[in-house]
């Protein structure tokens, strides 16, 4: 779903940015739509995305989830990808974006470090100049991250201002970006001024194009009921709903982040309490004071935790078009040990927020659900291992992986 000719998805969207950042947006907008257009240039991406990306990701089907739910459940397993994310989709396609504009230089923000780490990959590859910008408190509780950057070339600047997390990070980026201009600002999720929501949502979009084909095999029907993915800013959620947003039979789902709860207000779930205000350059649900000011959000998990939304998603919530449920950390952390125990499969914290939305809604009209899950565990495991208590509500059911009927799932519900 493309924006319209004034980068608007709805209410939501546009370039609101200051003057010294004009010229930046306005390279990139005149020029994009031919350069990605082009035949040359999508041949070269989806060489690069089958031969170095490692796509088309498995659509699998989740025997084990399956049979505890009653459902069909397939885990779309973006989490396969080269760099362990979905975020390489993205930062591909920009690298040739970036290349066809003549920069060499080429600069990013992070929350959980995985757009840092693929874009730091694709730099690299390309012989680029990277250099990238994270939270002080993100650099901390993604350290494996941050080594694996630093490893492959990137310079890492960590944000030591206000929350130091993702916001502050893009903060600081757009900041270098005014004094370098002839840089390339590589954003990593559907946010900033237009066009930077359409180009990563349009990249992001193999995920969905992918899942279309894939279920047609596994199911013989050419869409799913459910479509479940986490948001912060979007991206992976854009990538997963995108071919699916005219098909009114699929449901689309965003797992948010409620943080400590939503009645705590430490929580980055932006549907639940934001309204439309201005952030880093476009028009969206924000959550904000009384003057308009972005207020700290809380997450978990680093890729979640952003006062805001892209304008796509928050287009798609306040059409009626995707829903919203709301994810507490602790919920999160027992889906993703869940899915672990029972499929050998350890998600990244963000993608744990989707899993857990199984165990929040009612699934009863749904045949078959497809949870998108974005990203791997590993730059998450020393948040696990400091809850490793919490394994004990799971201990008692160990025996899940043999055929278990329905009932037996309700009690498991009732006791998470």
Not at 166 to 194: F, K, Q, R
Not at 226 to 241: D, E, K
Request: hydrophobic content about 35%; aromatic content about 8%; overall charge negative.
């Amino acid at each position: 779903m493309r924006a319209n000719s004034n980068g608007f998805y709805g209410e939501f969207g546009g370039a609101f940015i200051p003057n010294n950042l004009q010229n930046n947006v306005d390279e990139l907008r005149n020029n994009y739509r031919r350069i990605i257009d082009s035949p040359n240039f999508q041949q070269e991406l989806a060489s690069l995305l089958k031969d170095y990306c490692g796509r088309p990701t498995p659509l699998y089907f989740s025997e084990n989830l399956s049979r505890i739910y009653g459902k069909k459940i397939f885990l779309k397993r973006e989490d396969l990808n080269h760099t362990g994310a979905h975020k390489i989709n993205n930062t591909l396609g920009q690298v040739l974006l970036a290349r066809e504009l003549g920069k060499k230089t080429v600069i990013a923000e992070t929350g959980a470090g995985q757009h840092g780490v693929a874009t730091a990959t694709v730099c690299a590859k390309f012989g680029m100049k990277c250099i990238i910008f994270m939270g002080e408190k993100d650099a901390q509780r993604q350290a494996p991250n941050v080594k694996r950057m630093k490893l492959l070339g990137a310079e890492v600047y960590e944000a030591k201002s206000g929350s130091r997390t993702l916001n502050d990070a893009i903060n600081e980026a757009l900041g270098y970006w005014i004094e370098n201009p002839d840089a390339y600002y590589m954003i990593g999720s559907i946010v900033g001024p237009h066009p930077y929501p359409e180009i990563t949502g349009e990249f992001q979009s193999v995920i969905s194009k992918e899942m279309k084909l894939q279920i047609k095999e596994h199911t013989g029907k050419s869409y799913p009921d459910l479509i479940i993915a986490c948001v912060g800013g979007g991206s992976n959620a854009t990538g997963a709903f995108y071919h699916f947003i005219e098909e009114e039979k699929t449901d689309l789902l965003m797992a948010e982040a409620a943080g400590e709860g939503l009645e705590t207000g430490k929580h980055a779930s932006t549907t639940y309490n934001g309204r439309p205000g201005i952030l880093h350059g476009f028009k969206s649900l924000i959550i904000q004071d009384e003057d308009n000011n972005p207020i700290e959000s809380h997450s978990i998990s680093a890729g979640l935790n952003y006062p805001g939304v892209g304008p796509l998603c928050a287009h798609l919530f306040s059409s009626g078009r995707a829903k919203s449920v709301y994810i507490k950390d602790n919920e999160a952390l027992i889906a993703g040990m869940r899915l672990s125990r029972l499929e050998g499969i350890i998600p990244a914290l963000e993608s744990s927020h989707a899993m857990a939305a199984l165990d929040k809604i009612d699934l009863s009209k749904y045949e078959t659900i497809v949870i998108n899950l974005s990203g791997r565990g590993d730059k998450d495991m020393e948040t696990y291992m400091n809850h490793l208590d919490m394994i004990s509500e799971l201990e008692e059911y160990s025996e899940i992986q043999k055929v278990l009927n329905k009932s037996e799932h309700h009690i498991f519900a009732e006791r998470l």
